[in-house]
């Protein structure tokens, strides 16, 4: 199979507009748009897609993250940041245009988020991020764009993920989990393909 996006190549920088947050003082919020993306060479027996968006590049601890004066270090273990879980995506569907699948940043989150027909789409991480935020707080579904820490000293990668299933749809409800999403493709993946973005929201650490 292979990924493609008419707005990023793979390994190269991902556009601020398809981000939840641009450079500003220090940063601001962006456009959020969901980026263009169509697959090809489907392997026999494909039923229905996967896809998934993980930036797996995020501190394990909070202890530095955006703060005046402190630099979250490149030796930080680092864990996953889910950005985007979409389920069911139907074998006539090979493309997502821009913007097709988010064209903002909803507060709170988004609750019923655009995608082809019969698909379903999970929570992100943004749900635990704003946990606890009063003006932020709330379940968010879909795609999220990118928002790695303004201090942190290592680039962040954001992997678009199209998996093919030989089944016709997941048993999953909207608002799954990438744990329970992954239990679910389980023994049905054929194949996938992936397109890695990069991101940064520090100066001195440029994307490319």
Known sequence: MQLRSDNFQHGKPIPPVFAFA?????????????????????PAGTQSFVLTCIDNDV???????????????????RVEFVHWLMANIPLECGELAEGACSD???????????????????VNSYT????????????????????PPWNDSIVHHYHFRIHALDVPGLPLEQGFSLEELRAAMAGHVLSEAVLTGTYSLNPSVPAS
């Open 104 to 122: 903002e940043v909803t507060p709170r989150g988004k609750k019923q988020p655009y995608g082809p027909p019969r698909s379903v789409q999970g």
């Open 22 to 42: 641009k450079p500003g003082k220090p940063v601001a919020l962006s456009d959020n748009l969901s980026p263009h993306l169509a697959w090809k060479d489907v």
């Open 128 to 147: 635990d991020w704003f946990a606890g935020d009063v003006q932020m707080e709330g379940a968010y579904l879909g795609y999220d764009g990118p928002c």
């Open 59 to 77: 501190p394990s601890r909070p202890d530095d993250v955006n703060k005046e004066g402190r630099v979250v270090p490149a030796d930080l273990p």
